[in-house]
């Protein structure tokens, strides 16, 4: 409404000052004073449709004006729009460098991860055959130890016997004599037999066959009547061979010594058999052999 007040206020006087003039014919006076307000009112008209163009010039200036900068505002915000959007995607591209960086990592933790569940496998594996070693060395320390066999079942010697003894004690009884005997003849320039001059101690007796077996001891020989020198009495003969064989087994050797000794009478004297070395085929060596053997 205010703004067509005025358009309609100038156009109302004009037309009333006109019909005016047209009613009144008579007074000239009349008609001049309506034409003077027809015509002013036609100059507010012409001022004041001037002064709204100038207005309506300025806001479509202003308008424009607001346009151009709102295009430029557009066109700044497109162009930051713009960069960062190249940003962006820059910032995008670094991710996934870095992200295709840390698939490798996490690749290669599992990879490690994998080595070490390997290795504690293996690791628990060696931990269990330890345990399980040390059981079996616990079960066999807790089980009775077997024995050794002797040393002499190995070797092809027969096992040693009554005989084996026995001959062993009369070689104890003449090693002092033999020792003696075999002394003299060295310093007199005799050589020794070639038993003893081949015999070491280190060696092994050579493998043979009694020729005849010996005979049983008499009973001055069992009761301790040995010609062996020491510091040990005569009597104690008969003891140190028990403590050798068992007092069982003397015993039974005693016992079957007086059978034969009762069914023949032809026997000879195991005395001077003993007594003498060069009745046996292997001498007071061969004794000490048989000791050797026999032990």
């Known amino acids: 409404m205010r703004g067509l007040l005025p358009p309609v206020s100038f156009a109302a006087v004009a037309l009333g000052c006109a019909a005016g003039a047209w009613l009144v014919s008579g007074d000239g006076s009349a008609v001049r004073w309506l034409a003077v307000g027809a015509a002013v009112a036609a100059v507010g008209a012409a001022a ?12 479509v200036t202003e308008a424009t004006g607001a346009r151009a900068r ?22 995008r591209g670094e991710l996934e460098k870095r992200l295709g960086s840390r698939h490798g990592d996490l690749a290669r933790l ?3 991860h994998a080595a070490l569940l390997a290795r504690y496998a293996n690791a628990e594996s060696e ?13 066999e320390a807790a089980s009775p130890v077997k024995q050794l066999p002797p040393a002499g079942s190995q070797s092809q010697l027969p096992p040693p016997s009554l005989s084996s003894y026995l001959r062993a004690s009369h070689a104890l009884d003449n090693l002092a004599g033999n ?19 081949g015999f070491s101690y280190f060696s092994r007796p050579p493998q043979r066959t009694p020729s005849r077996e010996l005979p049983p001891p008499a009973s001055g020989r069992r009761a301790g009547g040995g010609h062996r020198s020491g510091p040990d009495e ?5 003891t140190d061979l028990a403590d050798v064989v068992g007092p069982e087994v003397l015993a039974e050797a005693e016992a079957d010594d007086g059978a034969g000794a ?25 004794r000490v052999i048989d000791l050797e053997q026999a032990s």
Do not use: F, N
Not at 48 to 59: E, N, S, V
Not at 179 to 197: C, E, F, L, V
Not at 266 to 285: C, L, T, Y
């Open 179 to 197: 020792a003696a005997r075999q002394g003299h003849g060295q310093t007199h320039g005799q050589a020794p037999s070639g038993d003893a001059a």
């Open 234 to 238: 005569p009597g104690d003969a008969g």
């Open 70 to 91: 709102a295009e430029r505002e557009h066109e700044e915000k497109v162009a930051e729009l713009k960069s960062d959007l190249e940003e962006a995607r820059r910032v």
């Open 48 to 59: 004041l449709m001037r002064l709204r163009d100038r207005m309506t010039a300025l806001q």
């Open 262 to 286: 009762e069914a023949g009478s032809g026997a000879v004297p195991a005395s001077s058999e003993a007594d003498d070395p060069d009745d046996d085929p292997h001498g007071p060596v061969g």
């Open 110 to 112: 599992r990879t490690d």
């Open 127 to 139: 931990r269990a055959a330890a345990l399980e070693g040390r059981r079996q060395l616990a079960i």
